[in-house]
């Protein structure tokens, strides 16, 4: 069976009640998968035969904590579509084994009459099982208490809403990347090393006493995310020209320490451009030379901004904002305000400025003269 084939088949699963061992029949069948030489769908040993937890039995009915999932039901009247690449990416990320710790205990509702076992919790903790040959998982059962089947499915949707949706407080990033850090994961680990050289941190994770990040997600982005810089060199630098000219804050706020990094990277990519091209066919490099300034005097421009400011504060210097270019934003407020005034020749002003908004897809409209 072709990828697609399985695909197209679980997606038709919409209002439908499988077993498990269907939805692990589907995912084995594709031919990709038959055909690897990886460890990644091959057999596992039970993880939990001679273990306590193996062992355990319910006092009262004697039935085991570990069951047998196999024919155990999912409705998906209620339950999300799975998506097979998700799926194995979870094997994949274990080294092709199924982690007991992590698939804990799943939930089920016994249905009555019919003794039927739904799984409103962990079904794709039950395929994995499945998919590797296990089939027998921690299981919490519970009994409904009404024999109507439509009062049954409405108990099933409501603990599921409840456990992965309205009950579920959401964990901010930075709070996903502390668990990540300490789990050593490369990415989180590459983040906390650039964060370091900031000397920054966040929910004390590094203990380095640096200094608190406001925006957490937007320096991720562009620290090892989609948008990264192509070196965190221009984060560190930015770093410091904040550390040091505002001193009495003891946290950066995220947009603007992006925003001095990408006017950074910016300008170092205009003037490499014009060393390149000596006939400055891309930009006009007679202009583009003013901006060759040193960190120290980066610093010193923007303490300078600071002194004659009334009442300054990081979120002035990155004001105004356009939607969905906050960055690039606080990126020509950095030139505008902080650079600008320090050019001596109006019209090189004037051309850096146009150069910066066309650059960075600006209104110049939005953005005054400082």
Not at 203 to 214: A, P, R
Not at 303 to 325: C, D, G, M, V, Y
Request: overall charge negative.
């Amino acid at each position: 069976m072709k990828y697609s084939e399985a695909e197209s088949k679980l997606l038709k699963l919409v209002n439908q009640e499988v077993t498990v061992s269907h939805i692990v029949k589907i995912i084995s069948s594709i031919d990709s998968y038959k055909k690897k030489t990886s460890t990644t769908l091959s057999k596992q040993q039970n993880p939990y035969t001679d273990t306590v937890l193996g062992r355990m039995i319910d006092p009262e009915t004697g039935e085991k904590l570990v069951k047998n999932v196999k024919d155990m039901k999912i409705d998906f009247s209620y339950q999300r579509y799975l998506k097979i690449r998700a799926l194995i990416k979870r094997l994949e990320d274990n080294n092709g084994n199924f982690s007991a710790p992590r698939a804990s205990c799943i939930n089920v509702r016994v249905r009555i009459p019919s003794g039927d076992e739904f799984i409103w919790d962990g079904i794709r903790r039950a395929v994995l099982c499945g998919l590797k040959g296990i089939w027998e998982l921690p299981t919490i059962s519970f009994v409904h208490t009404s024999k109507d089947v439509d009062v049954q499915k409405m108990e099933e949707a409501k603990d599921f809403s409840s456990f992965n949706g309205k009950g579920q407080e959401s964990m901010r990033k930075e709070e996903v990347w502390k668990a990540d850090y300490l789990a050593q994961d490369e990415d989180a680990v590459n983040l906390g090393k650039i964060m370091r050289s900031c000397k920054l941190d966040i929910l004390s994770v590094l203990g380095n006493d640096g200094y608190g990040l406001g925006g957490f997600a937007i320096f991720q982005a562009y620290a090892v995310g989609t948008k990264a810089f192509a070196s965190s060199h221009y984060l560190v630098s930015a770093s410091r020209i904040i550390q040091e000219s505002f001193t009495t804050d003891n946290s950066i706020k995220g947009y603007l320490i992006t925003g001095i990094a990408k006017y950074l990277q910016t300008v170092d990519t205009w003037i490499q451009a014009c060393k390149e091209d000596s006939e400055g066919d891309l930009y006009d490099c007679e202009v583009v030379s003013e901006l060759d300034i040193t960190e120290e005097a980066l610093i010193e421009y923007t303490t300078e901004w600071f002194n004659r400011t009334h009442k300054p504060t990081q979120a002035k210097l990155i004001s105004p904002s356009e939607s969905n270019h906050q960055v690039e934003s606080a990126s020509f407020n950095f030139f505008n305000k902080v650079v600008r005034p320090n050019l001596s020749d109006r019209e090189v002003m004037n051309k850096l400025r146009k150069q910066f908004i066309d650059e960075f897809g600006l209104d110049a409209d939005n953005f005054i003269i400082a």
